[in-house]
């Protein structure tokens, strides 16, 4: 059973930067896409971006320019660069592992919270 774990959340100001890595076990992690989400108080999780398991990329409007998806299949990892944040930004973060092509997750961490002060 594939574990996924985050951490990087934390308060920081708008404007600034987070970075946020989200480390998986149990399974062979270069095989999979990954795939980031987020939920803000009061709303439904949403998509934020993904990174198949050739390292393609491709992210939500709202983050797309401003935030990175990268993965080190040696350290079965996945990180979300994030610039430039917003209020709007603040959230939840969540990784999860993708089935397939799609952005269906099959599997979720804990989450980390990410909060963008003004």
């Known amino acids: 059973q594939v574990q996924l774990v985050e951490s990087g959340g934390g308060l920081v100001q708008a404007g600034g930067s987070l970075s946020l890595s989200c480390a998986a076990s149990?399974?062979?992690?270069?095989?999979?896409?990954m795939g980031w989400f987020r939920q803000a108080p009061g709303k439904e999780r949403e998509f934020v971006g993904r990174?198949?398991?050739?390292?393609?990329?491709d992210y939500a409007d709202s983050v797309k320019g401003r935030f990175t998806i990268a993965r080190d299949n040696a350290k079965n990892t996945v990180y979300l660069q994030m610039n430039s944040l917003k209020p709007e930004d603040t959230a939840v973060y969540f990784c999860?592992?993708?089935?397939?092509?799609?952005?269906?997750?099959?599997?979720w961490g804990q989450g980390t919270l990410v909060t963008v002060s003004l």
């Open positions: 990174i198949s398991w050739r390292a393609n990329t």
């Open positions: 999860a592992q993708l089935r397939g092509t799609t952005r269906a997750a099959e599997v």
């Open positions: 149990g399974r062979t992690f270069s095989n999979y896409a």
